[in-house]
């Protein structure tokens, strides 16, 4: 920006002239940008907007880095596979369906052709009844419970879906304490193979209803 007027008529620096001296703040922040005062790494800092993506990038990438992790356990994890693969997996594999609710959890564990081999909710749990639904770690003990059932039928790899409006940080301690059911520790062999989120998300649907006038 100081380069740019340097060049210009004599009438324009003139009218510069005339504008900085107006504005004493406008030399200051001439001298700020000086080139010649050499680069300021605290400027570029905060107004580099690359920094402000990385940061926002590293949030977004939490809970991936949760999933590779959960399923590079065992060393063979798929993860960015193609629709395909993703279809024999769930052929092959038993299948976990976790639906988080406000009010409830149900946990169901089903066979690669949908027929269920065992099923839970927060209300099967002797200590969960009434009130006690809406504790918050209500889903965790359904989970592991569902887990410690699962290892009993003899079950070897599963795919995890998982559904609910919540939080993140909610499914994921639904799913380690299945993983922790089933392999009655938490540094035990991981039988996961594919976490899945079936989460519906409308984008822009359905009207909604109107608002009553009070």
């Not at 409830?104 to 099967?124: A, E, P, R, Y």
């Not at 059932?149 to 070897?156: H, T």
């Amino acid at each position: 920006m100081y380069k740019c007027f340097s060049g210009l008529p004599q009438s324009n620096e003139l009218h510069t002239r005339g504008f900085s001296s107006m504005n004493p703040g406008w030399n200051t922040l001439n001298k700020s940008i000086n080139p010649s005062q050499g680069f300021n790494p605290e400027y570029q800092r905060n107004v580099d907007p690359l920094s402000q993506n990385d940061s926002e990038s590293k949030m977004s990438s939490m809970p991936m880095d949760f999933v590779r992790r959960i399923i590079e356990t065992d060393g063979k994890g798929v993860m960015g596979g193609s629709e395909l693969s993703q279809y024999n997996l769930e052929r092959e594999h038993d299948v976990v369906h976790i639906k988080l609710l406000r009010n409830n959890t149900f946990v169901t564990v089903t066979d690669s052709k949908g027929n269920v081999k065992l099923k839970s909710s927060v209300g099967c749990l002797k200590d969960m009844k009434g009130g006690q639904k809406l504790a918050r770690y209500a889903a965790e003990a359904t989970a592991e419970e569902v887990g410690r059932r699962s290892r009993v039928l003899g079950l070897k790899s599963v795919v995890i879906k998982v559904k609910g409006f919540t939080y993140f940080k909610k499914k994921r301690q639904a799913i380690e304490s299945w993983r922790e059911g089933f392999t009655n520790s938490r540094a035990g062999r991981s039988p996961i193979v594919c976490i899945e989120d079936t989460t519906r998300i409308p984008h822009n649907g359905c009207r909604r209803p109107k608002k009553r006038r009070i």
